[in-house]
Structure formats: structure tokens, C-alpha cells
């Protein structure tokens, strides 16, 4: 008989798991986990209490934010900054809590690590010392394994040509060097001092030979942004943003605008492909006045986002 609080029991009780534990790694939540000893024949489910000002006294002192036979969960919805206090209670396979102490407590972050922002998530960095919002668009670019995380303005930054010359040149285009001359040092000079040279795919003018270029900021491709059409060369996968056709659309002034890829139409000379004001591709001459969505990497783990977005340098 193993007795409990004030009553007897005369079952067996699940032990309490092991390295129970909590921590902020997103704004907002708190990730909690913990190992059940697989050799516990009793051990059936955890629960997991939660209060703000103190531990939970016992299964039922609290909100419950799990029960299941799992080893982790996420508390979500936190108030930054605010510390919380987990209790976790196994319950054995005839619904009997185990009341010994199992506790910890987390500190919700007030800041996010890029790396850790989810695909789609809003980024704000200043240009020329306004904030303007980038969309997360792939988390490991232009590799998964090693790679940086990649940002792609949300609305246009300018309206430009892709070239004066009658060919569809990406390498060395007005767009390209307004991208690498102009727009680059607009940029907050802690983030631009941190922006690496990237190798992105690219298809030459004229002939069309695949290739590479090595770019700080750049224009997407058109298969980065899921196009199949006939004549779009293969310029890398399609990004982790593009999966839905959502993120096609920008604006400029605040309406849809037609923008540019970096990607030759390589049926012909002089035409590069577009993305209209639909979403849709359009392949237009090199001379079209066109949007610029600027695109370029950063460290994930050189940056942290605060509450209202702010993208900071982390701190050492």
C-alpha cells in the first residue's frame, strides 16, 4: 500500500519523468520537455500545470497546458518577459496522479533569434533610417546545411528597367547594379556590414549557359518563386515562402505592382520574366519599367527580433 495525501492506494504509481525543463526560444512561448523512464510498466500520460505565481500545489492547481504520453510541448501565448511555473504530475494507468515534486520555471523572451523565425514571418530593417518590412522566405539559402536566412522585401523598393540593351542580361543589367550601386547602402550599415556574398544560380543573356553569380543582394529567380513556364531555365529550388502563391503578389505605393525576377526568357533575346499584379508570370521586354523586391541573406544566429519586429544585432 503506498498511501497519498490523506487517503490509501493500493495500486502501483508512475514515477515522475526525468530532466523536466523549460525554455524561451520565440517570443511569446515557452517549450517544455522531459524523459519518462521507458521501464516504468505503470506510467500512462503527464500533465503539465501551469500558474504565474507560483507552483501548482497539486493536478488539478493550475491550467492544464498538456496531457499525453509524450516528452514535449509548447506553452504558447505568454506575455514576454513574464516567468511562468510548470508542475508536472505522471498519472498512472489506473488515472492516478503521482504528487511528488516535478517543477521548473521559464522566462518568456523579449526577443526572437532570426534563425529561429518561421517562414512568413515579418522582419523590419531600416532603410535609410526607416523601417521598412522583409518576409522571411527560406530558412538555410542558398543551402539548407549552412546556409543563412533569407530575406525578400515585402513591398517594392523602385521601379526600374532591366536593361537598355536589346538582351535579356541579368549580370551587369541596370537592375543588378541599381541592386549592388543604390539600393545596398540604404541599408543599416550593422546589417549591410553583415550581409555575405551569396553563389546563386543564373542563366546568362544570348545563349542562355547556366552559371553562377556572386551576389550580396539579388532578384529571385523564377523557379525560386515556383515557376515552370516553358522557357524559365532552372535557378535553384523552389523557396520555402512560394509553397503557396500568396507571397507573389507585391505593391508598390500601395497596389499591386508588376516586379522582377532575375530570369531570362530564354525562348528569346530581350525578354525576362515578370511577376504581374495577379501573381501570375509574364514574360516582358528588357525595357518594361519593372518593381525591385530586393533579396539577401544574414546569419541566423547574428540577429535577434524584437516584439515589435525590429530586427537587432544579437548580443555577444
Known amino acids: 500500500m503506498i498511501l497519498r495525501r490523506n487517503g490509501a492506494y493500493t495500486g502501483t504509481m508512475a514515477g515522475q519523468p526525468l530532466g523536466f525543463k523549460a525554455v524561451s526560444s520565440r517570443i511569446g512561448s515557452i517549450d517544455l520537455s522531459w524523459t519518462t523512464v521507458p521501464e ?28 499525453g504520453p509524450g516528452s514535449s510541448c509548447t506553452d504558447e501565448g505568454l506575455t514576454p518577459g513574464a516567468t511562468y511555473y510548470y508542475r508536472a504530475f505522471a498519472r498512472s494507468k489506473d488515472g492516478v496522479y503521482q504528487n511528488s515534486y516535478c517543477q521548473t520555471t521559464g522566462t518568456v523572451r523579449t526577443t526572437q533569434p532570426l534563425i529561429l523565425k518561421k517562414v512568413g514571418d515579418i522582419v523590419r530593417i531600416k532603410e535609410n533610417d526607416a523601417w521598412q518590412e522583409y518576409v522571411v522566405a527560406q530558412q538555410g539559402y542558398p543551402q539548407q546545411v549552412g546556409g543563412h536566412t533569407l530575406l525578400l522585401r515585402r513591398d517594392i523598393a523602385g521601379r526600374r528597367t532591366m536593361s ?146 525590429n530586427l537587432l544585432e544579437a548580443p555577444l
Not at 505503470?42 to 493536478?59: G, I, M, N, Q, T
Not at 553562377?212 to 518563386?225: G, K, N, T
Open 164 to 309: 537598355s540593351v536589346m538582351q535579356n542580361e541579368y549580370d551587369g543589367s541596370m537592375a543588378d547594379t541599381w541592386l549592388t550601386g543604390a539600393f545596398l547602402p540604404t541599408l543599416d550599415s550593422v546589417v549591410s556590414a553583415k550581409i555575405p556574398t551569396c553563389q546563386i544560380p543564373y542563366t546568362s543573356g544570348g545563349e542562355h549557359t547556366p552559371g553562377y553569380l556572386q551576389r550580396q543582394v539579388f532578384l529571385l529567380s523564377a523557379s525560386e518563386i515556383g515557376g515552370g513556364e516553358e522557357g524559365m531555365a532552372a535557378e535553384g529550388a523552389r523557396l520555402d515562402l512560394f509553397q503557396t502563391d500568396a507571397w507573389r503578389i507585391s505593391s508598390f505605393q500601395d497596389a499591386p505592382y508588376l516586379w522582377a525576377t532575375r530570369s531570362p526568357d530564354t525562348k528569346g533575346a530581350n525578354q525576362f520574366w515578370m511577376v504581374d499584379d495577379t501573381g501570375a508570370f509574364a514574360s516582358k521586354a528588357v525595357y518594361t519599367t519593372c518593381g525591385m523586391r530586393p533579396a539577401f541573406t544574414l546569419p541566423g544566429d547574428g540577429f535577434v527580433v524584437d516584439m515589435e519586429g
Open 40 to 67: 516504468d510498466t505503470a506510467y500512462a500520460a503527464l500533465r503539465v500545470l501551469r500558474r504565474s505565481d507560483r507552483f501548482p500545489k497539486d493536478e488539478q492547481d493550475g491550467e492544464v497546458i498538456y496531457e
